[in-house]
């Protein structure tokens, strides 16, 4: 396995999930090691795994809210013998794909996803490819008003455009400078007569690849190309219509986000993509019978960048799949994402191809063959149980509590499951859509939530067993909510020895929040709180500094650790 930083698990994304090199340093801590092996872990030195581990044998570890199984599939790699729980079955669904990673499975699995790729291929490489020209991208316009933006596409330095290829008012295509452009204004008015590619739903422009190169096409113009262009994606959307109503769809649950989808008249997840994407996605999901769950999950994380959903700025080469299933919002101008892109079109995908757009099949297929395990894999494999921890946990005794508790004040996990929901049933695997979560909205039922998990799994943790608490919000008042929360802890027997503050993530773009601070709260279970254990917190903004944040973050880094640090100093006193 590629040597790993203070990044996230990158195969099967799931929300708010912790980086591997934190959870592996304070895993190892727990179990004793020095600050050294602990750094040594994070970035997957061997001879560090090797000494954790003899120190981590026979200890047992409990994790009441496992989310996609970070911490306990990294204690198992460590030597824990872990038990990981979650109510929402798709995040257990994840941990399962994620241990498989480490147990050397995956090998088989990885060759199967290859194989439905390329099977796949052979029954809708029609539906994409013209020829010896594969699309990669159709620009699309949500009707009416029938209107788009004129910037098309860029030549990119870096992260800077130095060159727009814009929408003339004759619809053709023509490089300008883009300092006077945004990706979303100026907008031009758009013909009537553009192929339809999902209800409501027209194309203006189309970027295809050919003989190694990408080129674009405008759809408005009447030129030759753009004709036969037209001609083409009319016929192919009247032969993948059928193919994308046959594989069904799943009803979209009434919750508070998704009556914005209910508005426009998606009440089934088949209005949430183009009908040659449906088709596409449900042709590879019946391919691959015997790595199911593996297509299902590729395919959930493929359609938060591939579906109509996606905040894509195309311009500038971005998406932000976090806002696909937080929002269920959707996009004036989306862009229709083959999802079998890659070097190697008009061919079958490979794994030699290199994928072709972002977030598409074959790149998340080519990451699972590159993270397979093949060194520091789990000694045993964890436990993942699908179940509620504010009802009852597994086991009868263990030596350290470590979770990750849903944030305060966000969204809930189940409402953003349904992308997951869809691709288990392309996959004929169960669609569940309803289940009982903590309630993150609100402060006192999240508290109670979270403080009857903690107090069935503390019940089980022997005396003078360690607790660590992964915790973070994006606001003050998260923060004061996890700070009454930490007191009612504190009252269950729990000795505060240190809160970490840890900047867990790199500043984002498109809507992302400020704050990039996680606590790693960590105690001892009968023991006393230390005196100065809220010391580190200082640090906050200084960490927020030295890792690249920017100003802002870097103040809200210390703005949220200050509250923090003045909410338990009054609480604990």
């Not at 996609?68 to 599939?73: E, N, R």
């Not at 990119?156 to 008012?169: C, D, N, P």
């Not at 449900?282 to 996606?310: K, P």
Request: net charge positive; hydrophobic share 40%; aromatic share 8%.
């Amino acid at each position: 396995m590629k040597q790993e930083s203070n990044t996230r698990p990158s195969v099967f994304k799931w929300w708010g999930r912790r980086p591997v090199a934190i959870v592996r340093a304070f895993l190892a801590l727990a179990a004793g090691a020095s600050e050294e092996d602990a750094l040594g872990v994070a970035l997957g030195r061997k001879e560090s795994f090797e000494r954790v581990r003899r120190l981590a044998r026979g200890r047992r570890l409990l994790d009441p809210f496992a989310g996609s199984g970070v911490i306990p599939v990294e204690a198992s790699r460590l030597g824990y013998t872990a038990v990981g729980q979650d109510v929402n079955p798709y995040a257990v669904a994840v941990a399962e794909a994620y241990a498989e990673l480490c147990m050397g499975g995956c090998k088989a699995k990885s060759e199967c996803l290859w194989g439905s790729l390329t099977r796949a291929w052979g029954r809708i490489r029609g539906l994409w490819c013209r020829g010896d020209s594969c699309i990669v991208h159709v620009l699309l316009a949500r009707c009416p008003p029938c209107t788009a933006p004129v910037w098309v596409s860029s030549a990119r330095s870096g992260s800077s455009a130095k060159r727009a290829l814009v929408l003339t008012e004759d619809y053709s295509l023509e490089w300008r400078d883009p300092r006077d452009l945004s990706p979303g204004a100026p907008r031009i008015p758009l013909p009537a007569g553009l192929p339809q590619e999902a209800p409501g739903y027209v194309a203006y422009a189309l970027e295809y690849y050919r003989r190694g190169a990408r080129r674009w096409v405008s759809l408005a113009s009447r030129d030759k190309e753009s004709v036969e262009w037209r001609r083409f994606l009319e016929e192919t959307a009247r032969v993948a219509k059928p193919l994308a109503a046959s594989s069904g769809g799943v009803r979209v649950p009434l919750m508070e986000e998704t009556r914005r989808l209910y508005r426009h008249g998606v009440t089934t997840t088949l209005g949430l993509f183009t009908w040659r994407q449906a088709a596409t996605y449900a042709l590879v999901a019946r391919e691959a019978w015997a790595c199911r769950r593996e297509i299902a999950l590729a395919i959930a994380n493929a359609m938060q960048s591939g579906s109509l959903l996606a905040m894509y700025y195309q311009p500038m080469a971005k998406v932000n799949p976090g806002l696909v299933v937080k929002s269920y919002w959707l996009p004036r101008n989306p862009v229709e994402l083959n999802p079998l892109a890659n070097t190697r079109m008009p061919h079958p995908p490979a794994p030699s191809a290199r994928p072709v757009g972002r977030g598409t099949l074959v790149s998340i297929v080519q990451r699972y063959g590159n993270a397979c395990w093949n060194g520091n894999g789990c000694v045993e494999p964890p436990t993942l149980l699908l179940g509620d921890s504010t009802r009852t946990v597994p086991g009868s005794s263990y030596d350290i509590i470590a979770t990750d508790p849903p944030y305060p004040g966000l969204h809930t996990y189940r409402d953003m499951s349904l992308l997951y929901a869809h691709a288990s049933m392309l996959a004929g695997l169960g669609v569940p859509l309803e289940w009982s979560e903590v309630d993150t909205r609100d402060p006192e039922s999240y508290k109670a939530g979270v403080l009857s998990a903690m107090k069935k799994s503390l019940s089980k943790a022997v005396k003078g067993g360690v607790v660590l608490l992964f915790i973070s919000s994006p606001s003050p008042e998260g923060i004061s909510t996890i700070a009454e929360l930490l007191e009612e802890l504190a009252r269950l027997g729990i000795g505060y020895e240190a809160i970490y503050p840890v900047i867990a993530e790199n500043p984002g773009a498109l809507g992302r929040s400020a704050s990039r601070v996680v606590f790693v709260v960590a105690g001892r279970l009968g023991g006393s709180t230390r005196k100065g254990f809220l010391d580190p917190l200082s640090l906050a903004w200084r960490i927020a500094r030295e890792v690249g944040l920017g100003e802002r973050e870097a103040r809200y880094a210390g703005l949220v650790s200050s509250v923090l640090s003045d909410a338990l100093s009054i609480r604990l006193a």
